[in-house]
């Protein structure tokens, strides 16, 4: 325990520090192209590994998000940037970045009618125009059961749709509150049903229980969820929801197991991973 009561971060969970030619690449890239990443945004561990290999996700709709969600690093307020011409831009800086595999995602923009779902087509639709071998995973939000919206956002020709679940059931009024566990669930099933490959993500070390976390993973395989990512929840700042719990990497191990035996084709499962690592191998499961 730290001097806060709170357990100390392991050493399992050291990061190296982003540094290199790549990482200067596609921070120089991000940076002449006005556009944000959920690596900075969302202070993600692996952003030296990812940039140094070449790749980051990107995120559109600008950097405030209409939720309040209390894990995330993300601005919450009322977003004033509507820019369409970004789709333009992530598409060129693909393109020059000459990626093979690129991972869109967004902030919820609740305010708007169709929940961004116009920029979030047009945005796909032009990197295959501009980077027709690139493979693209987007990793939407919650559309509040707009599900014309979420058919405009996953029909325009996208590998891998991700939605993630965040947490279990029974801590969703505390880590989402503007969320609704079973609604994302149907987000699930519905993106599945068009035919896309589908899959998700969960932050363990909020005080889940492993009952609870079978739980999740047997409602995930029953609405077709074809792929779950698990990792390590890690407070960002002291304003959000505490660690409860540090998983060592065996308990990982076991669920990655427990998840591919309930029914889900594919589990990545550690404690430095997040929805989009080792995105490149999801395309083809």
């Known amino acids: 325990m730290n001097a806060l009561g709170q357990p100390r971060k ?78 333009r831009r992530v598409a060129e800086a693909i393109q020059l970045m000459g990626v093979k595999h690129a991972v869109i995602t967004s902030v919820n923009r609740d305010e708007l009618k169709d929940r961004g779902a116009a920029i979030w087509h047009e945005t796909v639709a032009m990197v295959k125009q501009l980077s027709p071998t690139t493979t693209i995973e987007t990793l939407i939000p919650d559309v509040k059961a707009n599900w014309d919206a979420l058919i405009t956002m996953i029909s325009a020709g996208q590998e891998v749709v991700s939605h993630n679940m965040e947490t279990v059931k029974e801590l969703y009024r505390r880590v989402r509150p503007q969320a609704k566990y079973e609604r994302s669930l149907e987000q699930i099933r519905r993106t599945k049903e068009y035919g896309q490959r589908t899959k998700t993500g969960i932050m363990l070390g909020l005080g889940e229980t492993r009952e609870q976390v079978y739980q999740a993973m047997d409602d995930l395989a029953a609405n077709g969820c074809d792929i779950l990512t698990l990792g390590q929840y890690l407070q960002p700042t002291k304003l959000h929801i505490e660690v409860a719990e540090f998983i060592h990497p065996d308990l990982f191990d076991h669920y990655r197991e427990e998840g591919l035996k309930r029914g889900i084709k594919y589990v990545e499962s550690g404690p430095l991973v997040r929805s989009s690592y080792h995105a490149e191998r999801h395309v083809h499961v």
């Open 10 to 87: 392991p050493n399992w969970l050291r990061v190296k520090l982003p540094v290199g030619k790549e990482y200067a690449k596609v921070r120089s890239i991000v940076d002449e192209y006005k556009l944000h990443t959920i690596c900075e945004s969302g202070n993600c561990p692996n952003m030296g590994e990812c940039w140094g290999a070449g790749t980051a996700t990107f995120m559109i709709l600008g950097n405030v998000c209409t939720r309040s969600c209390s894990f995330c690093a993300v601005a919450t307020g009322r977003p004033n940037e509507y820019d369409t011409d970004e789709p």
